[in-house]
């Protein structure tokens, strides 16, 4: 039992912690309070999507910046993908990279 | 606030294939969710299945057109039983976008009374303007809040079909046809069966208000048969009419 409480206390702090580096924001919490009896693991199940949608796009990312000459419209489309599913569980920090991307894919900045 | 006819009458049980059907409850509205972001489309079927909402989600603009029995291609699964009450789509998906959707929807006129809201992660005035026009009762940024569910609720619960909405009358409005432009009147217009009694001065019973200038739509004079009717509103129009407008603004005006 001291150790279960121990967990919960150590799983707080990060996630605290992920609040306070601005890992996260807001919208997390809209996810945390969707979560309830009747679907007790929403939150994992989304987040475990999220990683998932992610590992692919971002290989198809990687992909793309393999090409030459850029692609910046398939970049851009790829990074909208992923800065829209950012954005929905509120990884914040990810979401605010995405944007930055696709300024550098509007500008059609290769380097950036 | 009454429902009508915004709820499925018969149910389905169990997944038909590629549609994501969750447990039915006749008393619950019915959400059609269209994404093609698997996050999204999880999230947004959750947030809605909480407001007490029966959810389909799919992952495509030709999936809403199946489900909708729009598509060409025949269901294995017949449809037609299920009702919609409410259409949310994304904006930004591969191959039909939700604008497009939501053009296909309007121009079905068994789907066209269906509120279609559309999601974006993107503020563009233009897309938002653009999707308002063609028919779309509302357009939400992304992430979906809980607020914004509750109004996709009170759209749901007023009953939109066959209902003309401020929000929605975008384009109804430029399709609106004003008879009234040409008299300026803000009295209401007369009607038919009383035109011929139109008080000529301003002895009106309500003396607080101008006559009755707006009397005779000449549209009216055609459907009561053009010919006759229709000399007569011209005349009406030409002869008495300026007569009335000169009396209200230089003789007697209404201050």
């Known amino acids: ?112 | 606030m009454a429902r009508n006819g915004g709820f499925s009458r018969r149910r389905r049980s169990g997944s038909a294939d590629g549609f994501d059907l969750s447990p039915t409850d006749s008393e619950e509205a019915h959400v059609l969710a269209v994404d093609d972001s698997l996050v999204d489309r999880k999230f947004i079927e959750r947030l809605l299945k909480t407001s007490s909402c029966k959810v389909t989600a799919v992952d495509s603009g030709m999936r809403a057109l199946q489900f909708l029995g729009l598509d060409e291609e025949k269901s294995p699964v017949d449809f037609d039983s299920l009702k919609v009450d409410l259409i949310i789509t994304d904006y930004c998906m591969p191959g039909m976008t939700g604008y497009e959707l939501l053009k296909k929807i309007k121009e079905c006129s068994a789907l066209r009374e269906i509120p279609v809201v559309i999601m974006s992660s993107e503020n563009v005035v233009a897309r938002i303007d653009r999707c308002l026009e063609e028919g779309a009762e509302d357009f939400i940024m992304k992430p979906v809040k809980p607020s914004d569910v509750r109004r996709l609720k009170d759209y749901m619960a007023r009953g939109f079909r066959g209902e003309s909405c401020e929000r929605n009358n975008h384009k109804r409005k430029l399709h609106d046809h004003s008879s009234d432009h040409l008299f300026q009147s803000s009295s209401p217009s007369v009607s038919p069966a009383s035109w011929s009694s139109t008080s000529l001065t301003s002895g009106s019973a309500d003396p607080s208000s101008p006559p009755s200038v707006c009397a005779f739509p000449l549209r009216m004079s055609w459907t009561w048969g053009g010919g006759w009717f229709w000399w007569v509103g011209c005349v009406w129009e030409w002869t008495f009419l300026p007569w009335i407008q000169y009396y209200n603004v230089h003789i007697d005006p209404i201050v």
Not at chain 1, 49 to 58: E, N, T, W
């Open chain 1, 1 to 112: 039992m001291d150790q279960r409480n121990q967990f919960h206390r150590q799983v707080a702090l990060m996630r605290q912690s992920l609040f306070d580096q601005g890992y996260i924001d807001e919208q997390f919490v809209q996810l945390e309070e969707l979560q309830d009896d009747t679907n007790p693991n929403f939150v994992e199940e989304v987040v475990t999507l999220y990683y998932r949608d992610s590992a692919r796009l971002i290989v198809s990312i990687e992909q793309a910046l393999d090409k030459s000459p850029l692609d910046f419209n398939k970049l851009d489309s790829l990074m909208h993908q992923f800065k829209g599913s950012s954005s929905s569980i509120g990884a914040r920090k990810v979401k605010a990279e995405c944007t930055q991307f696709r300024e550098y894919c509007k500008a059609e900045n290769g380097e950036g």
